[in-house]
C-alpha cells in the first residue's frame, strides 16, 4: 500500500510564492509518475504539472512560466514551487502518482492554497 503527505498549501498574497511537498512511502520499487492537480469550487479537476521517471515534464498552459515542478527520487518526494501566484490558482490542490505505467491513480488528500489581498 503506497500513502501520499502532502504539505506547503496556505494563505499567500497576488504575486507571492508558495512550495508544496508529496511524499509517497509503502512498498515499491520506483515510481514512474508524479505529479499535482488542482479543482477549484464548481470546476473539473486540471493538470498544474506532472513529472515521469526520465525527468520529462508537462505543464498546464496556465502555470507555464511561473510553476516549477521537481522530484527527488532518493526521497520518493515531488514538489511544486509555485511563484507569481494569482487569485486564479486557488484551489485545492492534489498530489498524483502512478507507481507504473499500467497501474492505478493514487492521490493524495488535498492540500488548499488560497491567492487573496
Known amino acids: 500500500q503506497v500513502q501520499l503527505v502532502e504539505s506547503g498549501g496556505g494563505l499567500v498574497q497576488p504575486g507571492g510564492s508558495l512550495r508544496l511537498s508529496c511524499a509517497a512511502s509503502?512498498?515499491?520499487?520506483?515510481?514512474?509518475?508524479m505529479g499535482w492537480y488542482r479543482q477549484a469550487p464548481g470546476k473539473q479537476r486540471e493538470l498544474v504539472a506532472a513529472?515521469?521517471?526520465?525527468?520529462?515534464?508537462n505543464y498546464g498552459d496556465s502555470v507555464k512560466g511561473r510553476f516549477t515542478i521537481s522530484r527527488d527520487n532518493a526521497k520518493n518526494t515531488v514538489y511544486l514551487q509555485m511563484n507569481s501566484l494569482k487569485p486564479e490558482d486557488t484551489a485545492v490542490y492534489y498530489c498524483?502518482?502512478?507507481?507504473?505505467?499500467?497501474?492505478?491513480?493514487?492521490w493524495g488528500q488535498g492540500t488548499q492554497v488560497t491567492v487573496s489581498s
Open positions: 498524483h502518482v502512478k507507481i507504473t505505467y499500467y497501474s492505478g491513480n493514487l
Open positions: 509503502g512498498r515499491f520499487f520506483s515510481i514512474f509518475a
Open positions: 513529472v515521469n521517471s526520465d525527468d520529462s515534464t
